[in-house]
């Protein structure tokens, strides 16, 4: 039945890799075949298009995950997806009927679009639009229009750090919904099976980008430590829809960020602890200096947590979570997909901006 307050909502997701407005069914479908190409600046490298395709096969996940969006009072109409120059698209559009258009931004996608942001979001706006951004690590400080581009026209803001700038906590409308949130996982709740009989091993997955002298010298110390039982992947090739192949381990290495130095990442944290989780591996995570971000994961017995290049209890936390038994590890499997994914989250702050 449909919710009985009769809101119904479509959402436009905004894509550096997308075009002119498109049902984001037909877009998904296209994926497999389509031309990368001109979305790179060395078309001929097979490297940076494998990198091309990383992105956009995450980004495509992102969409997935928004698509996937339930809440009980309201009905989500089929998602679509739009790139910068179908922007002019959505002002141009008859006005909906009985729906309700949100345009959604993640990441520092907003800043892709410069100096042209804030005039583009006040057309969209203009139409009966309500915008919603998720910015993750320090978009407030680092991004130069969003005091002035974005933070007016906002419906809905999820941010990762805390306090935000001044000139951006400012400059937000009073009816914003503002929620000081971490990484959650892109996946849609469910998607993966847990693996009943996980092998008794660590992993970790990472990236050559990431791989900073803090970062070796912790993967360095569980190969010698744990010998056949840690698998370390380095080379980030792995696609969205290769995840879940992850579920046949018990237990997931989660360091810190590639930028653990900077003050916005010593505050929050990747999203792999999130993902993982939703898998039913148990995540062991390293702190930052302050640790205020993962505190209630960590008292809730939903991660295992180890101080900052601590090796002696980063093997303690890995041997506990060797030890973690179905029960545990499917009581993190249930959190983290009932309360730590995107559509989760996003349908909540939604059904609460009225």
Known sequence: MPPSNGRRVRVYYYSSWGGKVEEAEDYLAAQPTRD??????????????????????????????????????????????????????????????????????????????????????????????????????????????????????????????????????????????????????????????????????????????????????????????????FVSMTDHSVGMDERGRFSRYRVHFCPEGQHFATFGMRLTHTDRPFWTGCLGEVPVVEDSKWGGRLEELYQEGLICRYPHGDLHHLAQACEAALECQFSQRLRIYEHFNTSEVIGVVAAQAIADSK
């Open 36 to 229: 990368l190409s001109p979305g790179v600046a060395r078309p001929g490298d097979p490297e940076l298009l494998r990198l091309a395709r990383l992105d956009r096969d995450g980004d495509a996940q992102n969409l997935r995950a928004f698509a996937a969006m339930q809440h009980s009072n309201i009905t989500f109409l089929p998602i679509r997806i739009v790139g910068s120059w179908g922007l002019f698209d959505l002002y141009n559009m008859p006005p909906p009927i009985n729906e309700e258009p949100w345009l959604v931004f993640i990441a520092s996608r907003p800043g892709n679009l410069a100096n042209e942001i804030g005039r583009l979001l006040a057309m969209v706006r203009s139409k009966g639009f309500r915008i919603f951004y998720w910015a993750y690590d320090e978009a407030s400080r680092t991004m130069p229009c969003f005091a002035s581009g974005v933070a007016p026209y906002l419906s809905v803001l999820i941010h990762d750090e805390t306090p935000l700038a001044p000139q951006v906590a400012q400059a937000l409308d009073p009816s914003c919904i503002v929620i000081h949130r971490s990484w959650v996982a892109n996946v849609i709740p469910f998607e993966y099976p847990i693996a009943e009989e996980a092998d008794r091993k660590i992993v970790f997955l990472g990236s050559k980008v990431g791989m900073n002298g803090h970062r070796a010298k912790q993967i360095g110390f569980l190969q010698s430590r744990f010998k056949d039982a």
